[in-house]
């Protein structure tokens, strides 16, 4: 069984900075996609960004120029950092990771924008 461990959540003011971490138990050279999404209250899901094994990356369009994925290979980490953070990003946050034969979600961190 994979894990996800999600960190980096909290409360933030409206134009800060969060980053958030993902953290898999496994190595994340082989994965298909990685990546974050997000959902709010009354909301559906909704895709934040994603980085497949080749760095190929793609991001929300509510989030592209403000948020950037990347990851570590060595640490089987990914990380989300969110700039210029807006109310309506507030959402709960997971990380999913896809490997053939296998797709796996954290349990999510909230990210709350707030004055």
């Known amino acids: 069984q994979v894990q996800l461990v999600e960190s980096g959540g909290g409360l933030v003011q409206p134009g800060g900075s969060l980053r958030l971490s993902c953290a898999a138990s496994r190595s994340i050279v082989s994965i298909v996609a990685m990546g974050w999404y997000r959902q709010a209250p009354g909301k559906q899901l909704e895709l934040v960004a994603t980085?497949?094994?080749?760095?190929?990356?793609n991001y929300g369009d509510s989030v592209k120029g403000r948020f950037t994925i990347s990851r570590d290979n060595a640490k089987n980490t990914v990380y989300l950092q969110m700039n210029s953070l807006k109310p309506e990003d507030t959402a709960v946050y997971s990380c999913?990771?896809?490997?053939?034969?296998?797709?796996?979600w954290g349990q999510g961190t909230q990210v709350t924008v707030s004055s």
């Open positions: 980085i497949t094994s080749s760095g190929t990356i």
């Open positions: 999913r990771a896809d490997w053939i034969g296998g797709r796996y």
